[in-house]
C-alpha cells in the first residue's frame, strides 16, 4: 500500500472514531471521576518502580495465558490486554486474525488528526514457542518465582517485552503528558510461526489502525558480562531466512542387493560436503559499526583480531579467529546453512528410491540465494542429488537508520541507565516482525530491555526460560525513558 493511500485510510480512521465517541484526544487532563491512580506530571514519569511491580503481575498473568504456537490461542491473552488498558481507560481494540487468534492495538493521541509518519508503535508478539515439558524442573505456565528470577515460557520471549510496553504505555497515559507524536500499542500474533494471523496478515488487513514511522520491538538484547552490562545491541537489520530442499534420487530395491546409486549414501555424502561450507564473509555497514564498538569493550587479544578483519595481511586469520570464537559473530558476518531436517526410507529392508534434507539457510541483508545455491551445487558436485530453493522464504527489508532522533534517543538513555555501556547497532541472526514493518517505511529498532546474561539468553525457545525480577524491573524503566524522551513535548 503507497503512502497516500494509508492517509486516505487513517483519515477515514478518525472521523470513524470521532463520530464512535473513540477518545480522539485521550491525552487531555481527565475532567471526570473514573481516571484512576495519582497524576504525575512528566518530570516525575522517571520514577517507575511502581508500575514495574504492577508490570510484573501482568507479566505472571501472561505468562499463565498458554500461548504456545502451535495453535497460539492468542485471544485469551489478548481478551486479558483488554481489560488491563481498560482499567486505565484506555479503549483498545481487539483486531480478529482467524478463529482463536486475535491481536490488540491501543493508542495515545498526540493531536485530533494522526500523523502516522511520526507515531511510536510499541510492538511485542502473544505467542510462544512450545515447550517440553519434561524437560522444564518448573511448570513452563505456572510463572514459578525462584530466587529472584521469574520462570515460564515467554518470560522474556516476547511476554516480559509485552508487559514492559503495556507499563510505558500506561505510565505515559497516567502522567498526562503532552506528547509530540502518538504512541500505539501493538500486540502481535502467531510472530513464531509467520502464518495467516502474523503481522504480514495484520498489515495487510489492518495497517491503518497501527501505520507508524518508528516502532520499538524485540531483536536486540542488553549484553550483561561479568555482572555489568557490557553493551546494548540496538538491532537495525536482520538476517532472510531461506530453506532448500536437497533431494537424492536413486533405483529403489532390494536391500539383500546394494547398489551405488542409493540415494541415502548420496544425500550424506552431499550433506557433509555442505556441512562444512563457510561463505565468504561480507561487512554490512551495521555489522562493521557493531565489530567497530566492540572491540573497545573486548579483551586485547579478540579486541585486537576485531579490529583486523578488514586489513589486507592478517584479514583472513582474524575472520576466521573472531567466527571461532562466536556462532553469533561467525552468524553475523556471512551467509550461514544448517541442515535441519532428514527424511528417507519406508522400510528396514528396503533402498528408498528417493532422500530429502532440509538446509535452513540465513542470508545476509543484500545477498542472493542463487549465490548459495550456486556455491553448494559445486560442492555438492553429484548428478544424482538436486537443490530446490522452497517457497515462503523471508523477505529482504531495508535497513533501520542509525542517524535518527530516534536511535540517537536510544543510544543516550541506554548509556545513561547502564553506567555507560554503549549502544551497538546490531545485526540480528534471527527473524522479526520489525522486517514486515520496515517494507513498510517503519524505522523500526529492537531491543529487549532487560539486562540478561549470555546464560539466561541461551534458555529462550529452550527449557527452564526465565528472567532476573531485577532485570525485568529495569528494563521496564529504560523502555519508559525511551519513549518518553522520544514521544514526550518537552
Ligand atoms: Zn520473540
Known amino acids: ?276 561450507y563457510s561463505a565468504p564473509v561480507h561487512f554490512t555497514s551495521i555489522v562493521r559499526r557493531y565489530f567497530e564498538g566492540l572491540a573497545v569493550l573486548e579483551d586485547d587479544d579478540i579486541g585486537k583480531w576485531m579490529r583486523s578483519m578488514e586489513t589486507t595481511d592478517r584479514g583472513e586469520h582474524a575472520q576466521r579467529v573472531i567466527s571461532d570464537a562466536s556462532p553469533l559473530w561467525n552468524a553475523m558476518l556471512r551467509d550461514t546453512v544448517a541442515p535441519t531436517m532428514l527424511t528417507a526410507g519406508v522400510a528396514n529392508n528396503v533402498v528408498p528410491a528417493e532422500a530429502r534434507a532440509n538446509l535452513n539457510v540465513r542470508l545476509l541483508p543484500g545477498d542472493l540465494i542463487n549465490g548459495v545455491v550456486n556455491d553448494l551445487n559445486k560442492l555438492v558436485n553429484d548428478p544424482q542429488v538436486r537443490l530446490e530453493v522452497q517457497p515462503n522464504a523471508g523477505l529482504a527489508s531495508p535497513s533501520s537508520s542509525l542517524e535518527s532522533e530516534f536511535y540517537g534517543v536510544i543510544s543516550k538513555v541506554v548509556s545513561q541507565e547502564f553506567g555507560g555501556a554503549p549502544a551497538l547497532p546490531f545485526q540480528s541472526t534471527w527473524l522479526t516482525d520489525s522486517a514486515q514493518l520496515r517494507l513498510h517505511q517503519v524505522q523500526a529498532l529492537g531491543l529487549v530491555p532487560f539486562p540478561l546474561t549470555q546464560e539466561d539468553l541461551k534458555r529462550m525457545h529452550g527449557d527452564d526460560e526465565r528472567i532476573p525480577l531485577a532485570s525485568f524491573a529495569k528494563g521496564v524503566d529504560v523502555l519508559s525513558k525511551i519513549v518518553v524522551e522520544f514521544a514526550v513535548a518537552h
Open 1 to 276: 500500500m503507497n503512502w497516500n493511500r494509508r492517509i486516505q485510510a487513517l483519515a477515514g480512521t478518525v472521523a470513524l472514531a470521532m463520530a464512535t465517541g473513540f477518545p480522539v484526544a485521550a491525552q487531555v487532563p481527565p475532567t471526570g471521576p473514573g481516571i484512576p491512580g495519582n497524576p504525575v506530571s512528566p518530570s516525575q514519569i522517571g520514577d517507575t518502580s511502581a508500575i514495574a511491580r504492577e508490570a510484573q503481575g501482568w507479566l505472571v498473568d501472561l505468562i499463565k495465558i498458554n500461548t504456545s504456537n502451535p495453535p497460539g490461542n492468542e485471544q485469551i491473552a489478548a481478551m486479558y490486554l483488554l481489560g488491563v488498558l481498560a482499567k486505565d481507560g484506555i479503549k483498545a481494540e481487539i483486531l480478529d486474525m482467524t478463529p482463536g487468534r486475535s491481536a490488540v492495538v491501543a493508542r495515545l493521541r498526540s493531536a485530533a488528526v494522526a500523523n502516522p509518519s511520526k507515531a511510536l508503535l510499541l510492538v511485542a508478539h502473544l505467542d510462544t514457542v512450545p515447550v517440553e515439558k519434561g524437560r522444564w524442573t518448573v511448570d513452563p505456565f505456572g510463572a514459578v518465582i525462584k530466587d529472584g528470577y521469574l520462570y515460564g515460557r515467554g518470560a522474556i520471549d516476547d511476554k516480559g517485552m509485552l508487559a514492559a510496553n503495556l507499563a510505558a504505555f500506561i505510565s505515559l497515559k497516567r502522567s498526562m503528558a503532552r506528547l509530540n507524536r502518538d504512541v500505539i500499542f501493538l500486540a502481535t500474533d502467531d510472530e513464531e510461526g509467520g502464518g495467516d494471523a502474523s503481522i504480514r496478515m495484520l498489515i495487510a488487513k489492518h495497517w491503518d489502525k497501527f501505520a507508524a514511522g518508528f516502532a520499538i520491538n524485540e531483536g536486540g538484547n542488553v549484553f550483561l558480562k561479568n555482572g555489568k552490562v557490557q553493551y546494548a545491541g540496538v538491532q537495525a537489520d536482520e538476517k532472510v531466512a531461506y530453506n532448500i530442499a536437497v533431494i537424492a534420487r536413486g533405483t529403489s530395491g532390494h536391500a539383500s542387493q546394494p547398489t551405488k546409486d542409493n540415494p541415502v549414501t548420496h544425500l550424506a555424502a552431499a550433506l557433509a560436503r555442505i556441512g562444512n
